[in-house]
């Protein structure tokens, strides 16, 4: 009797321990080897990074990264804080500095500091909550096709009043500021370049002049703009200082000049955000996932990726971007808390303006 019951003592104890390291279901706990968490990075649809940066991430820390796009990035922070209350995911990245003070004012993140961001400028570092980390920063600018001028014998634009010109009626697509960061990225160059008594008339000029409006990126720059992926109509496009690199590096063969040109008047910088979603099961792994988005993996593959810069001080850049990408030297900005407390009223006297 004794050895059977000290059998079964010893049956138990291996059954309990079994347990406790496989889960009662007896599946492996979360984030055991074999096993891994899977946490949600919530972004845009412009997100992109290689499969090996990604996958080695994933192996570091014992992870599954599922990407979860959701449309443009106004588009994508504003469904992140009608969820809020049952978030999407774990980390969110895309916000930007258009949108910064709605993302913070909304308390969807959580604070959090990557001992990285020592290596970041303090130009991009915007959010004093550490609600948002910085990752890249670009120029959002009007791009041209110049194939289509040179084949029209009719020379570039260079300045934002000469968008407004009859020669150029009916060539310039933009995207609609309530729906896309670019979008509202120009308006704000309007707004900084014409002042609370001028930028409105100036969108006048642009109606009348036949612009036409996205709701998105993806919409005006693949879709409409003549040097997208679908060759639309429209020769200019409110897009990136990176775009020029990005249509030679996509080129086959690459061409020697890029047939992509910026318009250097017209830039307003912009800089994107990660953060650590409020309310995640993973805290641990979301916030090794924002520490990752600093690290020089991470940092080198964004250029080629995502075709914007990266911010962390050193980062080697590749080759096509040291040729061919246009940086403005002066570009247009405004502040975040400006932008802050008259973004909302800007978009509404936008739409007012534009679509009527």
Same mark, same amino acid.
């Given at each position: 009797?004794?050895?059977?019951?000290?059998?079964?003592?010893?049956?138990?104890?291996?059954?309990?321990?079994?347990?406790?390291?496989?889960?009662?279901?007896?599946?492996?706990?979360?984030?055991?080897?074999?096993?891994?968490?899977?946490?949600?990075?919530?972004?845009?649809?412009?997100?992109?990074?290689?499969?090996?940066?990604?996958?080695?991430?994933?192996?570091?820390?014992?992870?599954?990264?599922?990407? @979860? /796009?959701?449309?443009? $990035?106004?588009?994508? +922070?504003?469904?992140?804080?009608?969820?809020?209350?049952?978030?999407? %995911? &774990? *980390?969110?990245?895309?916000?930007?500095?258009?949108?910064?003070?709605?993302?913070?004012?909304?308390?969807?993140?959580?604070?959090?500091?990557?001992?990285? @961001? /020592?290596?970041?400028? $303090?130009?991009?570092? +915007?959010?004093?909550?550490?609600?948002?980390?910085?990752?890249?920063? %670009? &120029? *959002?600018?009007?791009?041209?096709?110049?194939?289509?001028?040179?084949?029209?014998?009719?020379?570039?634009?260079?300045?934002?009043?000469?968008?407004?010109?009859? /020669?150029?009626?009916?060539?310039?697509?933009?995207?609609?500021?309530?729906?896309?960061?670019?979008?509202?990225?120009?308006?704000?160059?309007?707004?900084?370049?014409?002042?609370?008594?001028?930028?409105?008339?100036?969108?006048?000029?642009?109606?009348?002049?036949?612009?036409?409006?996205?709701?998105?990126?993806?919409?005006?720059?693949?879709?409409?703009?003549?040097?997208?992926?679908?060759?639309?109509?429209?020769?200019?496009?409110?897009?990136?200082?990176?775009?020029?690199?990005?249509?030679?590096?996509?080129?086959?063969?690459?061409?020697?000049?890029?047939?992509?040109?910026?318009?250097?008047?017209?830039?307003?910088?912009?800089?994107?955000?990660?953060?650590?979603?409020?309310?995640?099961?993973?805290?641990?792994?979301?916030?090794?996932?924002?520490?990752?988005?600093?690290?020089?993996?991470?940092?080198?593959?964004?250029?080629?990726?995502?075709?914007?810069?990266?911010?962390?001080?050193?980062?080697?850049?590749?080759?096509?971007?040291?040729?061919?990408?246009?940086?403005?030297?002066?570009?247009?900005?405004?502040?975040?808390?400006?932008?802050?407390?008259?973004?909302?009223?800007?978009?509404?006297?936008?739409?007012?303006?534009?679509?009527?």
């Amino acid at each position: 009797m004794r050895r059977f019951l000290l059998s079964s003592l010893i049956a138990i104890l291996a059954a309990t321990v079994a347990a406790g390291m496989t889960g009662l279901n007896g599946a492996a706990p979360a984030g055991a080897a074999g096993n891994p968490v899977t946490i949600t990075l919530v972004t845009h649809d412009s997100f992109a990074v290689s499969k090996p940066v990604l996958r080695a991430f994933e192996q570091a820390n014992d992870v599954k990264v599922k990407v @979860l /796009a959701q449309g443009d $990035a106004g588009a994508a +922070l504003n469904q992140a804080i009608l969820t809020k209350s049952n978030p999407l %995911g &774990d *980390v969110f990245f895309g916000v930007d500095n258009t949108f910064l003070s709605r993302a913070v004012d909304a308390k969807i993140f959580s604070a959090y500091t990557p001992a990285a @961001l /020592a290596n970041v400028p $303090a130009e991009y570092q +915007l959010d004093s909550t550490h609600q948002l980390t910085p990752v890249d920063h %670009g &120029d *959002v600018c009007v791009n041209t096709d110049e194939q289509w001028f040179t084949a029209h014998h009719l020379a570039a634009p260079k300045t934002l009043d000469d968008l407004t010109k009859p /020669a150029y009626k009916g060539l310039l697509v933009v995207e609609d500021p309530a729906t896309s960061s670019p979008g509202l990225a120009f308006v704000l160059a309007t707004v900084a370049r014409y002042g609370d008594n001028g930028w409105r008339g100036y969108w006048e000029k642009l109606r009348a002049n036949g612009v036409k409006v996205d709701d998105g990126w993806e919409g005006a720059y693949d879709g409409d703009f003549s040097q997208g992926a679908n060759h639309g109509q429209y020769p200019l496009v409110v897009s990136y200082a990176s775009s020029p690199p990005a249509a030679v590096y996509y080129a086959d063969p690459h061409p020697a000049t890029s047939p992509v040109g910026t318009m250097l008047d017209t830039c307003f910088r912009q800089v994107e955000f990660a953060g650590v979603l409020r309310g995640t099961d993973h805290p641990k792994q979301a916030k090794a996932l924002v520490d990752f988005m600093l690290s020089a993996k991470f940092q080198e593959d964004v250029p080629l990726q995502m075709f914007v810069f990266p911010v962390v001080t050193g980062t080697k850049l590749p080759a096509v971007f040291e040729k061919f990408a246009a940086v403005a030297a002066h570009p247009l900005t405004l502040s975040a808390r400006t932008i802050g407390a008259h973004r909302d009223d800007w978009i509404e006297q936008w739409r007012s303006t534009v679509l009527g």
